[in-house]
Structure formats: C-alpha cells, structure tokens
C-alpha cells in the first residue's frame, strides 16, 4: 500500500467551502453509501461475481475520490482490478482492509459534523 | 489590393489597374476607384496588365465608367489586355465605345 | 439569437450518476453556478427525464445500473435530433479503450474525479457557448432554407408569368432545336421564336449581364416587343432597334443584353443574321463546311438609338443548312482541369462530328462530356435553325389568341408613302395592322401578310426602282439585285406607293379590296403570259412567275389597271366554319 492518508484536508476544505448548508447532508450520504458498497463488495465475492465486484468497487471508488479519501479510493481501485483480472481470492483480505479504512475515514468524518 | 489607382504624369489622367480577376467582386473597390477622384480628371486609363480574367459584369463597370466620365464624350482607354481579356473586349465589340490599346 | 454566448443565462443541466453522493456534489455545484439541475440515478431514469425536461446539456457517469450512461447516450443523442445537446461523461475511468467508448457512444467530453469548480464552470461555459452557436447556425441555415424555398416558389410564379407572356412562340418547329434550362430566365437568358405572318421566322437568343432577378425583369418587355412586332409583321432589324432603345432606357448604365437575331427567309433561301456581343455563330452547310457568323455590333441596351446600327448579314443558304448560336455559358464551361471549352471546342465539335449527327447534338454532347459538373449545363442557352423548304414550314402557327371583341366591318382607308420614306419604311405592319381589327380576318392574318407584302415589294422593287427580276435567278446576279436596290433606293424623287383598302360586308362573311398603285411606268400585263392563260410559271417579265402566281391562288381575284401600275385584288372570307380556304379550292 502507498502512503495515501486518511483524508485529504484541502480537498475537504474546499467541498465544506462549496456545499455550505449540505455538507452534512453529503457526509451522511458519504457514509450511508458506502456502508452500501461495502455491502455490494461481500455479496459480490460471496457469489464469486468478478463483474458485480469490479463494477462495485469502481462506483465506491469514485465516491471515495470525489469526498476525499484517496486511501480509501486506493483500496476500492485494488479491488476493481483483481474484480476484472478474475482473481477473487485476494479480494477478502482487501474488503477486510477497506472496511478498516473506512472505519478511519467514518470517525475522522464524524468528528469533522460535529464540529 | 486588387485594385490600384494613380495619377498619371499630365495629372489629368487616372490610371486604374486591376489585379487578377475583374469580375463582380471587384464591383465597389472600382467605383471606389474613380468616383472619389477629384474634378481635375479628364482622362482615363484602365491597364489590365495584370488581369486574368474578365466577365460581363466587368463590361458592365466599364460602362459605369464611361457613364460617370461622360457618356459619348468620355476619354478612356483601355490599355495592355491578355488575349483571353481582349477577346472578350472584341466579341462585345467595345472598341466602338472605348480606345483599346 | 437573443440570447447573448459571452454571458450564460441559467441552463437546464441533467445530471445522472447512481451514486448518490458524487450526484449531491455535482447537483449542488451546478445550482451554485445558477442552473436549473434533475437529477437521475441511472440510464433509463435519464432517458426518460431527458424528453420531460429537455436539458441544455447532460451530465452522464458511465457505469451505471439498468442502463448503462452509453447505452444511455445513444437514445439521448437520437432524442435530441438535429438540437445540439452537449453530453459530458462523469468519470474516474483512465484507460483510453474505456474513454473512447464514451465517445463513440456520443460523448462530447469527460469530467473526471474528484470534480473541480473551476473547471466544472468553464466546461459548462464553453460547451454552451457550442450550444449557443449550433442554435445560431441552425437557424440561420433553416431561414436560409425558408429563403430559398421561398425564392424558388416565387422564380417558379414569375417564370409563368413569363411564359404566359413569352410563350414559346415556334420554338418547337421541327426545324427549331433548342436547350435552356427551365429556369434560364433567371440566369438572364432568353430565347424567342415566332413566325412571320407571310412565311419565314424570327428567332432571338439573348443574354442579360448578371443574374437572378435583374436579370429576368428586363426578359419582359423583350418578350412583349418581340411577339407583338412579329405577328404584325416587322422584321428583325425593326425589333432589333425596339429591344435597344427598350433596354437602353430601362437598364441601367452597366446592364446590357447579348443578343443574336435570326430571320430566315425560306423562299428566298437567306437568313439575315445580327450578333451583338454573343460568341461567334456558326453556320453548318449541308456539305458539312462551316461559317463563323461572328459579333459585330455592340450588345443591346448600350448605344442610344440614333448610334445603334440594326445592320444584319445576309447569308444565302440552301434547304438543310442550320444556323447554332449560343450564350457564353458554353465558352466558359470548364473540364476538371480548369480548362476552357472555349470557341475551339465548338469548332473541334463541329468538325468531328458524324456525318449525320446534327450539329446541336455534337456541340451539346461535347461540352457535356468536357465539363467537370453536370450542373455547368443550366448555364447554357443554344438554339439551331435549319433552312428549309417554304412549303414544309406553312404548318407552323403563333399562338395567338383571337380578340373577342368585334371590331369595324364597313370602312375605307388611303395610305401612300413617298419620296425618302419608300427606301426607309415598311408601310407592311400598319395596313397588317388595320386589316386584323376586323375579327373575321384575324385568322387570315398570313394571307393578307403575303397579299400585302407581294403587292408592296412589286410595287417598290419592279414599280418604282425597275429592277429586272431575273437578276434573282443567278448567285452574281442576286448580290448585283441587292446592291442596285440598295443603290437606286437613294433616288426616288417623286415617286410613290399607294394602298386603297377598304372592307364591306358580304352575306357570308366579307370582302377586302387592296389596291396597289404605284408612281412607275407599269408594264404589259396584256400580254403577260401567266395573266392571260393557264397557271404556270412564265418567264421574267414585271411581276416575277412566282408572286403574281401566290396572288390569283390566295385572292379571289386580281386585276390590272392603267398602264400596269395599279393592281386590284378582292379577298374574300367566310364567317368560321362554312369553308375554309374558297379562293385556293376554286382555283385548282
């Protein structure tokens, strides 16, 4: 894994900056579709879908990127090519580390609503 | 410019050449040319040294011209036509109505 | 356009992606940039919004569930139609292979992830300036469209305006081939053809500077003068003067009319030819040699009338020769190479062509294979006119329509032209003119043409000037009559010509008396030999064999009065529909 961090700061900055009154809104969708993927991605190899598992893993990609969790993003990327090499048997083991990340991502975020 | 007017030595005679095609594009830049000469002008030469091609409207201008500078009494020549040019002159027979040289 | 492409007015943006979170942040950045935003959550939901909405443009992420944002774009862009509807796809993907996808599915360009303000507004902007200027061109192009329709509607009403007034005149005589385009009049050309009242025809080809509508108004009053000279009976070089003075006082300075005038005279085997300002004219004898009958005089429309020379050339043909003139359009077509077809292309036409083939066709057919473009045709005007024998041409008719109203039945008139007046004047179209008032001898105008026109040209040529008419019956001795005619013509002191007409009523119709009497010395028509026998050609004596023989088959009689130089003629004529020619079926 690169040294990607938890959250990029500025990018965040800079959607607080833009949605005003509906970033929280955002955070909580964030979260609440995320959860979702996550879900998408066990379901997936628990059906040994190469295709589903990619396509999942590419959607929660974007999301992560666009929020900014590049670490996050980079796990969902690893994810979405082993999904389209057809090697699902590392895929556990990364579902495992993006639901640990996510739960950084998750805390780090709901300390940012609080606030 | 496709178009280019000058005095000539006697100051009396403007000289109007034309550039490649003489057709109806060229239609304002030679009223251009004579209209906006001043009253000391008596005679007129259009050198077509440099034309390549000429049509009936052309003829047409030619004959605004000639109007402008007087009718039956205007002074104008038409000087150093190409073959293709000259024939054209000759079949309207022009050379009743101006000195073609 | 009224809307302005530097500043945006609020667009309708569709977004559709089925993340919920990346569409909340896109939704929320586009409303902060003042557009109206639906938002979908996948492909069919974004078909479906896009008919109910009709966005300025759509935001679209590629994979997606139930329709994917290709498949989506497809039915988008059929939507659409010809309304330019920029589609921007939403994407993280990185693998051209996938980027052009989206592109070939009808994608305009990407937005990639994480989304960028700054570049989200300037893409928004520049394909909306995009938008804006495809709206301004296709509505420019329809008006365009819309113009034209409109101007080929209105060319279409004014060409049958013009044709009612032009009609065709002859020019579907057998001895007439001819090729304009059907809407030549707007290219300025014109062409003319009609029949003399006493035989032989007239036939104009004519060549407006410019084109379009300028060119055609003048097509006109041409149309108008050339018909109505013809059917009274003037001749070429009288409508050659007419159409000048016309064009010179309607046109302006720098318009002018190229013009060809052919009169043929089948009796007498001569065309009489006046080209001004159209390319050379060609005379294709029988034997295949040709004559150039080239532009001699200025074109229509230029020269005021007291400089204007309605000269015509006099070319003595045989049956079977044609005459081609035509319009510059066909010197000017040009090969694929650029070059010109020019004089020698005719000529090269002319003199390769098969025994035959007829002179037209091998033109036509020739610049039809050297020019580039089909289209360089509608350009072009030529007619061809071929001699032939008088006989043969007597089926060809005007169409002109008889007027209904009646006219005077019971009248006597004198006219006499003297001195100067005989060698410059025809008197013909007058008493043609008077003779037509009455209704019941419009039909006959031909006739009464001939009658007239045999009287008059006796009276002046045998009468007045004494001219031998055997002189005619040789090639020298034809030049030698003209020559002298044109000679003596300058001397006619205290001669004249008179014409007696006067028209009664009969039971069945009417009578004309014409009675010719001219100022010569007359001759012995005691002893000629067609008057006091049987019809047959005679021998040259005053009236030549021919004439005299056209006067007793046309007229119910003929008499001779005084010394030989009066001649009476009574012609009668039938109200329609009892008989139809008495005079020629008594006789034969």
Not at chain 3, 37 to 44: L, R, S, T
């Given at each position: 894994?690169?040294?990607?961090?938890?959250?990029?700061?500025?990018?965040?900055?800079?959607?607080?900056?833009?949605?005003?009154?509906?970033?929280?809104?955002?955070m909580r969708t964030f979260l609440y579709d995320s959860r979702e993927r996550i879900a998408s991605l066990k379901q997936?190899?628990?059906?040994?879908?190469?295709?589903?598992?990619?396509?999942a893993?590419?959607?929660f990609?974007?999301s992560c990127?666009?929020?900014?969790?590049?670490?996050l993003?980079?796990?969902?990327?690893?994810?979405?090519?082993?999904?389209?090499?057809?090697?699902?048997?590392?895929?556990?083991?990364?579902i495992?580390?993006i639901e640990?990340e996510f739960r950084?991502v998750a805390?780090?975020l709901?300390?940012?609503?609080?606030? | 410019?496709?178009?280019?007017?000058?005095?000539?030595?006697?100051?009396?005679?403007?000289?109007?050449?034309?550039?490649?095609?003489?057709?109806?594009?060229?239609?304002?830049?030679?009223?251009?040319?004579?209209?906006?000469?001043?009253?000391?002008?008596?005679?007129?030469?259009?050198?077509?040294?440099?034309?390549?091609?000429?049509?009936?409207?052309?003829?047409?201008?030619?004959?605004?011209?000639?109007?402008?500078?007087?009718?039956?009494?205007?002074?104008?020549?038409?000087?150093?036509?190409?073959?293709?040019?000259?024939?054209?002159?000759?079949?309207?027979?022009?050379?009743?109505?101006?000195?073609?040289? | 356009?009224?809307?302005?492409?530097?500043?945006?007015?609020?667009?309708?943006?569709?977004?559709?992606?089925?993340s919920d979170t990346?569409?909340?942040?896109?939704?929320?950045?586009?409303?902060?940039?003042?557009?109206?935003?639906?938002?979908?959550?996948?492909?069919?939901?974004?078909?479906?919004?896009?008919?109910?909405?009709?966005?300025?443009?759509?935001?679209?992420?590629?994979?997606?569930?139930?329709?994917?944002?290709?498949?989506?774009?497809?039915?988008?862009?059929?939507?659409?139609?010809?309304?330019?509807?920029?589609?921007?796809?939403?994407?993280?993907?990185?693998?051209?292979?996938?980027?052009?996808?989206?592109?070939?599915?009808?994608?305009?360009?990407?937005?990639?992830?994480?989304?960028?303000?700054?570049?989200?507004?300037?893409?928004?902007?520049?394909?909306?300036?995009?938008?804006?200027?495809?709206?301004?061109?296709?509505?420019?192009?329809?008006?365009?469209?819309?113009?034209?329709?409109?101007?080929?509607?209105?060319?279409?009403?004014?060409?049958?305006?013009?044709?009612?007034?032009?009609?065709?005149?002859?020019?579907?005589?057998?001895?007439?081939?001819?090729?304009?385009?059907?809407?030549?009049?707007?290219?300025?050309?014109?062409?003319?053809?009609?029949?003399?009242?006493?035989?032989?025809?007239?036939?104009?080809?004519?060549?407006?500077?410019?084109?379009?509508?300028?060119?055609?108004?003048?097509?006109?009053?041409?149309?108008?003068?050339?018909?109505?000279?013809?059917?009274?009976?003037?001749?070429?070089?009288?409508?050659?003067?007419?159409?000048?003075?016309?064009?010179?006082?309607?046109?302006?300075?720098?318009?002018?009319?190229?013009?060809?005038?052919?009169?043929?005279?089948?009796?007498?085997?001569?065309?009489?030819?006046?080209?001004?300002?159209?390319?050379?004219?060609?005379?294709?004898?029988?034997?295949?040699?040709?004559?150039?009958?080239?532009?001699?005089?200025?074109?229509?429309?230029?020269?005021?009338?007291?400089?204007?020379?309605?000269?015509?050339?006099?070319?003595?043909?045989?049956?079977?020769?044609?005459?081609?003139?035509?319009?510059?359009?066909?010197?000017?077509?040009?090969?694929?190479?650029?070059?010109?077809?020019?004089?020698?292309?005719?000529?090269?036409?002319?003199?390769?062509?098969?025994?035959?083939?007829?002179?037209?066709?091998?033109?036509?057919?020739?610049?039809?294979?050297?020019?580039?473009?089909?289209?360089?045709?509608?350009?072009?005007?030529?007619?061809?006119?071929?001699?032939?024998?008088?006989?043969?041409?007597?089926?060809?008719?005007?169409?002109?329509?008889?007027?209904?109203?009646?006219?005077?039945?019971?009248?006597?008139?004198?006219?006499?032209?003297?001195?100067?007046?005989?060698?410059?004047?025809?008197?013909?179209?007058?008493?043609?003119?008077?003779?037509?008032?009455?209704?019941?001898?419009?039909?006959?105008?031909?006739?009464?043409?001939?009658?007239?026109?045999?009287?008059?040209?006796?009276?002046?040529?045998?009468?007045?000037?004494?001219?031998?008419?055997?002189?005619?019956?040789?090639?020298?001795?034809?030049?030698?009559?003209?020559?002298?005619?044109?000679?003596?013509?300058?001397?006619?002191?205290?001669?004249?010509?008179?014409?007696?007409?006067?028209?009664?009523?009969?039971?069945?119709?009417?009578?004309?008396?014409?009675?010719?009497?001219?100022?010569?010395?007359?001759?012995?028509?005691?002893?000629?030999?067609?008057?006091?026998?049987?019809?047959?050609?005679?021998?040259?004596?005053?009236?030549?064999?021919?004439?005299?023989?056209?006067?007793?088959?046309?007229?119910?009689?003929?008499?001779?009065?005084?010394?030989?130089?009066?001649?009476?003629?009574?012609?009668?004529?039938?109200?329609?529909?009892?008989?139809?020619?008495?005079?020629?079926?008594?006789?034969?």
């Open positions: 894994m690169t040294e990607q961090p938890h959250l990029d700061g500025e990018a965040l900055a800079e959607l607080q900056d833009v949605m005003e009154d509906e970033f929280d809104v955002l997936a190899v628990s059906e040994q879908d190469a295709e589903a598992l990619a396509h893993a590419h959607s990609k974007g990127i666009n929020i900014g969790a590049p670490l993003g980079e796990l969902c990327r690893t994810a979405e090519n082993a999904g389209k090499e057809q090697r699902l048997e590392k895929v556990p083991a990364i495992d580390a640990k950084n805390d780090l709901e300390k940012l609503m609080v606030r | 410019m496709p178009i280019q007017t000058r005095r000539g030595e006697d100051s009396q005679t403007l000289i109007i050449s034309i550039v490649g095609r003489f057709d109806f594009s060229t239609h304002q830049a030679f009223r251009d040319a004579y209209e906006h000469g001043d009253e000391s002008i008596r005679y007129y030469i259009v050198d077509l040294s440099d034309t390549t091609y000429l049509d009936s409207s052309a003829l047409g201008m030619l004959l605004l011209l000639r109007d402008y500078a007087g009718g039956d009494g205007a002074q104008i020549s038409i000087e150093n036509c190409n073959n293709d040019v000259r024939r054209i002159l000759s079949i309207s027979n022009f050379e009743q109505l101006f000195a073609i040289r | 356009m009224e809307e302005s492409v530097a500043e945006p007015k609020s667009l309708t943006i569709l977004i559709a992606d089925d990346d569409r909340l942040i896109l939704a929320v950045l586009v409303r902060r940039l003042g557009h109206r935003v639906f938002e979908a959550k996948n492909g069919q939901e974004a078909v479906q919004l896009f008919q109910h909405c009709e966005p300025d443009i759509v935001l679209l992420d590629a994979l997606m569930p139930v329709m994917d944002g290709m498949e989506a774009a497809r039915q988008i862009k059929i939507l659409a139609g010809e309304r330019m509807v920029p589609l921007i796809f939403l994407t993280s993907l990185s693998e051209a292979e996938e980027l052009a996808k989206c592109l070939d599915a009808g994608g305009d360009d990407f937005l990639t992830k994480p989304y960028n303000r700054v570049i989200l507004e300037a893409k928004i902007n520049a394909f909306n300036r995009m938008r804006l200027m495809h709206q301004a061109l296709s509505s420019q192009r329809d008006l365009i469209r819309e113009r034209n329709e409109q101007l080929v509607t209105e060319q279409e009403i004014a060409k049958r305006v013009f044709d009612n007034v032009a009609h065709t005149g002859c020019l579907d005589a057998f001895n007439i081939r001819h090729h304009a385009s059907p809407l030549a009049l707007f290219n300025g050309d014109v062409l003319f053809a009609a029949p003399f009242p006493a035989g032989g025809m007239l036939v104009f080809i004519g060549d407006f500077t410019g084109h379009g509508l300028p060119a055609a108004i003048g097509a006109m009053p041409l149309a108008e003068i050339f018909y109505g000279m013809v059917s009274k009976g003037f001749k070429g070089a009288d409508v050659l003067r007419e159409f000048n003075q016309k064009l010179k006082k309607i046109l302006p300075p720098g318009m002018f009319c190229c013009g060809g005038m052919i009169e043929t005279e089948f009796k007498h085997n001569q065309l009489q030819v006046w080209n001004g300002g159209l390319p050379d004219g060609w005379l294709v004898r029988t034997s295949g040699e040709l004559e150039v009958v080239p532009s001699r005089h200025l074109p229509l429309g230029i020269l005021p009338s007291d400089q204007f020379d309605d000269g015509m050339d006099t070319l003595a043909t045989e049956p079977g020769d044609r005459l081609l003139m035509l319009t510059d359009g066909f010197l000017e077509s040009r090969n694929a190479e650029g070059q010109l077809f020019g004089d020698s292309g005719i000529r090269r036409a002319l003199e390769s062509r098969a025994g035959t083939q007829h002179p037209f066709d091998a033109v036509m057919e020739a610049v039809g294979h050297f020019s580039a473009s089909a289209a360089d045709t509608d350009d072009l005007t030529m007619c061809s006119v071929e001699m032939v024998d008088e006989v043969g041409i007597s089926t060809i008719h005007d169409r002109i329509e008889p007027s209904p109203l009646p006219g005077p039945m019971e009248w006597h008139c004198e006219y006499e032209i003297r001195e100067r007046t005989l060698g410059d004047f025809s008197p013909l179209p007058l008493l043609l003119h008077i003779c037509m008032e009455v209704p019941g001898l419009r039909r006959k105008s031909g006739e009464i043409y001939t009658l007239l026109a045999e009287l008059y040209s006796n009276a002046l040529e045998h009468g007045v000037l004494e001219l031998p008419s055997h002189w005619k019956q040789s090639a020298d001795g034809f030049d030698q009559y003209y020559e002298e005619r044109r000679r003596r013509l300058s001397r006619v002191e205290g001669h004249f010509i008179r014409f007696s007409l006067s028209h009664s009523m009969t039971p069945s119709g009417g009578r004309l008396r014409i009675v010719c009497e001219d100022s010569g010395s007359g001759f012995d028509f005691h002893n000629h030999p067609i008057l006091e026998s049987e019809l047959r050609p005679g021998r040259a004596g005053r009236y030549a064999g021919r004439g005299l023989l056209l006067l007793k088959r046309l007229a119910e009689s003929v008499t001779f009065h005084q010394q030989g130089n009066q001649v009476e003629i009574i012609f009668d004529w039938e109200v329609a529909g009892t008989s139809s020619n008495p005079a020629s079926s008594h006789r034969q």
